[in-house]
């Protein structure tokens, strides 16, 4: 089974920085497109940033400059660094394939708070 287990999520303070880990069993990271995902409540789960296996990366508009998605081949983690938060970024974050994601496989997530 392929599964994924968010971590790193906490409650920060506008303009601070937070790293989320993805760690992935069942598949190898390098081997596939993936991205992490967020929801906020009430709303769409949305892509925010991919990495290819070739280590090429897409993030959507409202976290552009801001977030960085990374990957550690040898630990099979994916990494979202993400820096000057802002409140709007609040919301459970997610890994999963980053084109396609595997329905059975989504993960607890992790809660990313940034309060004012």
């Known amino acids: 089974q392929v599964q994924f287990v968010e971590s790193g999520g906490g409650l920060v303070q506008p303009g601070g920085s937070l790293r989320l880990s993805c760690a992935a069993s069942g598949i190898t990271v390098s081997l596939y497109v993936m991205g992490w995902y967020r929801q906020a409540p009430g709303k769409q789960r949305e892509l925010v940033a991919s990495?290819?296996?070739?280590?090429?990366?897409n993030y959507a508009d409202p976290v552009k400059g801001r977030f960085t998605i990374s990957r550690d081949n040898a630990r099979n983690t994916v990494y979202l660094q993400m820096n000057s938060l802002q409140p709007k970024d609040t919301a459970v974050y997610y890994c999963n394939f980053g084109i396609t994601a595997l329905e059975k496989s989504w993960g607890q997530g992790t809660q990313v708070t940034v309060s004012s």
């Open positions: 990495i290819t296996s070739s280590g090429a990366t």
